[in-house]
């Protein structure tokens, strides 16, 4: 909702509502201030977070490879920028987020957990990520995370702020907070009640076991197994898959992720009322009258 089209011609109304609306989800869900944690974060360097754009799909590629492309300090620093950047992207359509090296991620780098293991640390951090976090997941792209490998703790934690998620037929997700005396705080266990419901996230959580592809497939938590794992090939059947569905002008397709990302995080009238003022942004849009104006059979 970051990246909403707001027509200048709108009248007012609809206009301030709808400027209301994007201020809505640029809105941290934590409001602190944020300079101390960006100054401890800062100490633990190592590893990036790169940002690549191939005409309307974007690539974030978690890279540390030597340690699993675990995240280090400044690496939570780099998402937060590399998603600031994808929000003010106005012609892109689909992210793709992956690891480098054939693997995703192995979670928290553990040198900087160590080194901010204290109560006030893990606070400010958890908040910060749940913030970055929050707005990948409502960024106007339709996202996928890649698992090649391993996605291990905030690893799997990260794979849920992605809309879809695609895995190799060795690839595995494991949520191993539980045998490290922790439960997420990336807002991992949130959005995976979402997406598998209540009772298939309380077992992943409390048994801390490996889920295959497989498994992540007929649960729901994987969309897709690619049955191969060579990165080249993965990298264009997830282009390939993500295509289907951000086939259409930029405007629509954020518009459609919008209404959708609505419909998840608000009360019902609320959701109503927002989708009331996303659909006034398109009808008699350019898109939809250049629809309109062809002989239309959905056959
Ligand atoms: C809740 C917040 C969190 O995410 S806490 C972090 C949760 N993650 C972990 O505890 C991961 C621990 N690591 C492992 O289980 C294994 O290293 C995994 C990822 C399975 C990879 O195994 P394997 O392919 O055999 O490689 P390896 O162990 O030789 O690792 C290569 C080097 O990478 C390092 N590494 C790995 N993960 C991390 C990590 N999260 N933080 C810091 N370093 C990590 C390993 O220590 C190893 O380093 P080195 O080559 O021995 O110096």
Redesign the pocket.
Known sequence: MAMLYIPRCLNRGIRNLLLQQRSFSAQPIHQFNEDDIKEKLQQFPGGSIDLQKEGEIATLIINQP???N??TGTMILELRDRVEELESWTNGKGLILRGADNTFC??????T?RAISNPKDGMTMCMFMQNTLTRLQRLPLISVALVQG?A????A?LTTACDFRLMTSESEIRF??KL?G?V??WGGATRLVQIIGYRNALKLLSSADRVRSAKALRIGLADKILPSSDHNWCMEETQKWLSHYIKGSSKVIQAIKNVAVSGRELPLEESLRNEKCIFSTMWASPDNLKALSTVMKHK
């Open positions: 030597e340690r699993i675990a995240f192995s979670g928290s780098d553990l040198n957990v391993v291990l703790g905030g690893g934690e191993v907070h490290m922790l997420p705080g």
